[in-house]
Nanobody, 125 residues
Framework: QVQLVESGGGSVQSGGSLRLSCAAS????????MGWFRQAPGKEREFVAA????????YYADSVRGRFTISRDNAKNTVYLQMNSLKPEDTAVYFC??????????????????WGQGTQVTVSS
């Protein structure tokens, strides 16, 4: 049974930082590309960042590039999202997801096989 469990969310003021973690179990983590998505109230779930299974290519949404960093530790079966210079518009539930495909477009939600339950991030001005 595959499980993705996010942690590290919380409430911060604008300009602050948070690091999200997503611990994976029940799959061969090193063979999965990993992504982060977020969903704000009343909006669709949107792509944030993703990293290839081999740690190669990395992708970011324009809205977070330069502020957020995705990384992974295959020895710990964990993917991270370091979020700096947070803004109120970053407020959302953040989800991690795993994709077992080859050459997938990691910006697309429907490419992912597994999802976590999400963790809330709230940024106040």
């Amino acid at each position: 049974q595959v499980q993705l469990v996010e942690s590290g969310g919380g409430s911060v003021q604008s300009g602050g930082s948070l690091r999200l973690s997503c611990a994976a179990s029940g799959l061969t983590f090193s063979r999965y590309s990993m992504g982060w998505f977020r969903q704000a109230p009343g909006k669709e779930r949107e792509f944030v960042a993703a990293k290839w299974w081999n740690g190669g290519n990395t992708y970011y949404a324009d809205s977070v590039r330069g502020r957020f960093t995705i990384s992974r530790d295959n020895a710990k079966n964990t993917v991270y999202l370091q979020m700096n210079s947070l803004k109120p518009e970053d407020t959302a539930v953040y989800f991690c997801a795993a994709d077992g495909g080859i050459n997938s477009d990691l910006r697309l939600r429907d490419k992912y096989d597994y999802w976590g339950q999400g963790t809330q991030v709230t940024v106040s001005s």
